[in-house]
């Protein structure tokens, strides 16, 4: 489809929500992109690679866990063959210039093999490329990313130090001028740098004189003339045991001046928004895992007997594998509608004369909130996806020679790299509120109105909730109103020193996050009811309602936990009185039974199967 028609059937930018806006604006289901959606070229993308991912990975799992780099390098290079790694590259330098959607689901279904490759994967393709393609002149666009494309060459990035993690701009990395203006000597320690034993280019952030902000740059490495480059010895870690990390040492290293990466001070930027869209492919990457685990963990209770019963057959592995089933659901539901958002945001601002650099760029960064909530919520359903495969496995979960005990321990690392959770959480919240204070999203308007109406009085009268999922909605809609009473109560009361109160911004970040992962689970099920008829979702109905549930749930104890930190006497009890009422259901769903269908369709079918 030409870009003209991708409009024509688009909405404008105007009506395009922006990032954030979820929480104050109702979306309606037509207005979400989901899995069932792909167009025919997208599904063939997802075929391919599931079909590499099956010949190429899975086989070797063995291989990987033995800490066999090599064999990482050559599957990169056997990906770069086949394209996978210029899925987003603009075909102007040697990439397939597919959209963010097709970006999502490439890393989505080759991940699930091992967290070895995929983060190599997600190393070399996002924030080892990303950086060039975002932010590069055309001559570092021509000369990098058409290798890095195709596999020739391998990217790195290159930000953390010893003193410098969650406090990226505080790296002690140095650039220093030449005399005579032509180059840069870069010297300092970057650890756990991703793809650090194979990689030909790096990106590296440094500080120039004393800068308030780091500096990019593009940093070739041969080797053979290692121009003061040393590499340390590969760490020993607890999971994605064969992808290469290593420590990384620049002593006076050259790099010419052209190879700063945009402008002098700029790094910091490039840092982050590099990271907005590792993180939302961090969760896409989580999400084939879940499917396979799921799998995996449903095949084996099936199969296993004890007391002469498939432990399939008891409720207690039921539960399990309801929550498994439902958590994978619910977060292909919200990664892919927030893909396509972007995907949208980025078509529409080509259409209005923005480069496809300038497109992107700006497309990312405007769901960066919803980046921070996938990246989050993702990786923690996959730990716990894994965490209940190994007890469905009992014993034989612990052991190496089942695929739980790896997928386990593949999984801790996601809640840490690319920004870690308790960061994204507190970051979440805080790109909320500044967009507020910009006037981007009116939280304002809405979180005065939820005021006002916890001093009215409540209305008695007993809605209709015939249709489909009306009783969830009034729900969702109420729990968005619960994060703008905790957020707005709690700006009211410490303005600019919010920042300083991590536990409540925690508390309310927990919020969004589930509301963003309710609504999208709702929507999309919502949306194929509309069109296959509600009979053929009933097991999606009942996914969403147990997600929903157990979001009330969530969100019950983090808003009042808030509530109480700020707020004291008669306005405390307003609150408390208007979060009974915000999570209070008509009619509550029987989850237990609810966890039942779902199980039981799973081990029908005898693998996650939506
Ligand atoms: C296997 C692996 C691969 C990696 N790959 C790369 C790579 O390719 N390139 C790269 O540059 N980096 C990479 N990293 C580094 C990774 O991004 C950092 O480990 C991560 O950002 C956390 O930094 P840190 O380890 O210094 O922890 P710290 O920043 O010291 O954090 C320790 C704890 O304190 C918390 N914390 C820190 N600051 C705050 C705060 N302000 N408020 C609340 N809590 C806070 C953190 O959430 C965490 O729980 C990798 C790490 C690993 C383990």
Redesign the pocket.
């Known amino acids: 489809m030409n870009l003209e028609s991708k409009i024509l059937k688009q909405k404008t930018m105007a009506e395009l929500l922006r990032g954030g806006q979820f929480l104050v604006t109702e979306t309606t289901c037509e207005d979400v992109f989901t899995p069932e959606d792909f167009s025919e070229e997208q599904t063939m993308m997802k075929e391919a690679v599931q079909e590499f991912n099956d010949r190429e990975i899975i086989p070797h799992k063995n291989r990987f866990e033995n800490k066999d780099y090599a064999l990482t390098e050559e599957v990169m290079r056997k990906a770069g063959e086949l394209g996978f790694l210029g899925v987003s590259v603009p075909e102007a330098y040697g990439g397939m210039g597919m959209g963010f959607v097709s970006t999502m689901l490439t890393c989505d279904y080759i991940s699930s093999g091992t967290g070895s490759f995929s983060?190599a994967f997600g190393?070399h393709t996002g924030?080892?490329t990303m950086p060039i393609t975002l932010y590069g002149t055309e001559a570092q666009k021509q000369k990098y990313v058409p290798k890095l494309a195709s596999g020739e060459w391998f990217g790195?990035?290159?930000?953390?130090?010893?003193?410098?993690?969650?406090?990226?701009n505080s790296g002690k990395t140095v650039a220093v001028l030449s005399e005579d203006g032509k180059s840069y000597k870069i010297s300092g320690q970057?650890?756990?740098?991703?793809?650090?034993g194979f990689c030909n280019v790096m990106i590296v952030?440094a500080r120039i004189e004393d800068d308030k902000n780091i500096t990019g740059f593009i940093v070739e490495y041969d080797a053979a003339n290692p121009n003061g480059i040393t590499l340390g010895e590969e760490?020993h870690?607890l999971?994605?045991r064969a992808?290469s990390?290593r420590q990384v040492f620049y002593s006076d290293t050259v790099v010419p001046a052209e190879n700063m990466l945009s402008e002098r001070g700029n790094g910091f930027k490039i840092?982050m928004n590099a990271l907005n869209v590792g993180r939302i492919k961090l969760a896409a990457a989580c999400l084939d895992s879940q499917r396979r685990v799921t799998t995996e963990a449903v095949k084996y209770a099936t199969a296993r007997k004890q007391f002469k019963t498939s432990i399939s057959e008891f409720g207690a592995i039921k539960l399990k594998l309801a929550e498994m089933t439902t958590n994978t659901y619910v977060g292909e539901s919200a990664s892919y509608r927030a893909a396509k958002n972007i995907e949208d945001r980025i078509t529409m601002r080509e259409a209005a004369g923005n480069t496809h650099q300038e497109a992107e760029l700006k497309g990312v960064e405007e769901y960066a909130i919803e980046c921070s909530i996938l990246k989050v919520a993702v990786s923690e359903d996959m730990q716990a996806c894994a965490d209940e495969g190994i007890q469905i496995f009992g014993g034989m979960g612990f052991s190496e020679e089942t695929t739980m005990e790896s997928a386990w321990r593949d999984a801790r690392?996601a809640r840490?790299?690319?920004?870690?959770?308790?960061?994204n959480r507190?970051l979440s919240v805080g790109m909320l509120v500044k967009k507020a204070m910009k006037g981007h999203v009116d939280l304002l308007g809405p979180a005065t109105a939820v005021g006002e109406e916890l001093l009215g009085i409540p209305s008695f009268d007993t809605p209709d909730y015939s249709k489909l999922f009306a009783e969830e909605k009034s729900i969702l809609a109420n729990l968005k109103k619960v994060f703008l009473m905790v957020a707005g109560g709690a700006i009211q009361k410490f303005g600019a020193d919010l920042e300083e109160h991590?536990q409540l911004l925690t508390a309310a970040s927990n919020i969004l996050i589930e509301v963003y992962m309710a609504e999208s689970a709702l929507l999309r099920t919502e949306k194929n009811a509309k069109r296959n008829g509600e009979d053929s979702q009933k097991h999606q109905i009942a996914m969403t309602q147990l997600y929903l549930y157990n979001a009330v749930e969530i969100v019950l104890k983090n808003a009042k936990e808030g509530i109480i930190s700020f707020a004291e006497g008669d306005e405390q009890r307003m609150m408390l009185m208007g979060l009974k009422r915000f999570t209070k259901y008509a009619t509550y769903p029987n989850v237990i039974a609810l966890r039942k269908q779902i199980a039981e369709k799973v081990s029908e079918e005898n693998k996650y199967c939506f």
């Open positions: 983060t190393a924030i080892g790195s990035y290159c930000l953390t130090e010893p003193g410098a993690g969650s406090d990226a970057k650890m756990w740098i991703s793809n650090a952030f760490e870690k999971g994605i992808s990390t840092a690392i840490i790299y690319e920004g870690t959770n308790e960061i507190l991590q």
